[in-house]
């Protein structure tokens, strides 16, 4: 079930399509023309401040796709959370921010009882790079973890909280490298 507090995909969205054009120190009117004159769609900036605002409920995929675009961000990345634990509302459903962009990947899939026919959705040669992908994370992620925990204690050689980031992101991956070991009958 999904939590009260969890937001809706297209509130995520507006948030962080917003933060997203205010880190490019762009005006709405700049995000505007951008799209005009980039990809040949005129939008209002009336428009875009209902989108970024929230009033503007229904946001069309063509609209995500395009204002992801233009202001040069991957759509996964305005439509779920950044934040690993941060809860997007599904429906009624609750996911994880790392969960839900894994699904949108092709990478999991938030139901269990579907994953066979997941899989045989996503296309082969997405699964086939997964698949290899997971494989080089591994040794990545070996190999971070590795040095993580050899530089670690030199604070001064890190930027505060950069360790407990790091070691955030190899849990998420080592996370999803055990569910896709598993999901292919293999010992994680």
């Avoid at 933060?19 to 490019?24: A, G, H, K, L, P």
Wanted: charged share 30%; net charge neutral.
């Amino acid at each position: 079930m999904a939590t009260k507090h969890a937001p809706r995909p297209s509130q995520v969205f507006s948030k962080q399509l917003r933060e997203s054009r205010e880190r490019r120190r762009w005006t709405q009117g700049e995000l505007v023309a951008r799209m005009r004159e980039d990809l040949g769609q005129p939008m209002d900036r009336a428009t875009l401040a209902k989108i970024e605002n929230g009033t503007k409920k229904n946001i069309g995929l063509d609209e995500v796709l395009m204002l992801a675009f233009a202001v040069g961000v991957s759509p996964i990345h305005l439509i779920f959370p950044r934040e690993m634990e941060a809860e997007v509302a599904i429906g009624n459903r609750t996911l994880s921010g790392e969960i839900a962009r894994a699904w949108t990947r092709g990478i999991t899939v938030p139901q269990p009882e579907d994953e066979r026919f997941f899989t045989q959705e996503v296309a082969e040669e997405d699964y086939i790079a997964h698949r290899e992908g997971f494989w080089r994370l591994s040794v990545v992620t070996n190999a971070l973890s590795h040095h993580v925990a050899r530089l670690g204690g030199n604070s001064d050689r890190w930027v505060p909280g950069m360790v407990e980031r790091i070691e955030e992101e190899l849990g998420s991956v080592k996370r999803q490298l055990k569910r896709r070991q598993e999901a292919d009958g293999l010992d994680p």
